[in-house]
C-alpha cells in the first residue's frame, strides 16, 4: 500500500447548496479536495478538465437524473 502524493479529488454533483457544503463538512476529515457541480452540465464540465477519483452524485438532479449521469 502506498499513500498517494495528492489528496483524493472528490466530485460533489447536487443541485442543493447545503447538501454539497453538509458533505463537505462531514467528509473534510479525509482530506480530500472538494469540487462542487450544481447539475450535471457543469459536473460533465469538470470531468473534461481534470482527474477525479471518486463522484458522490444526487440521484435527483436538474436537467437528467443521477443514474442516467452516471
Known amino acids: 500500500f502506498t499513500v498517494p502524493d495528492e489528496p483524493p479529488s472528490i466530485l460533489l454533483v447536487d443541485g442543493v447548496d447545503l447538501n454539497r457544503k453538509i458533505l463537505r ?12 457541480a450544481r447539475n450535471p452540465s457543469e459536473a460533465y464540465r469538470v470531468l473534461e478538465r ?6 458522490i452524485c444526487d440521484m435527483f438532479l436538474p ?8
Open 50 to 55: 481534470q482527474r477525479i477519483d471518486l463522484v
Open 25 to 36: 463538512s462531514t467528509l473534510h476529515a479525509i482530506g480530500a479536495k472538494f469540487i462542487d
Open 63 to 70: 436537467e437528467q437524473d443521477g443514474f442516467e449521469f452516471c
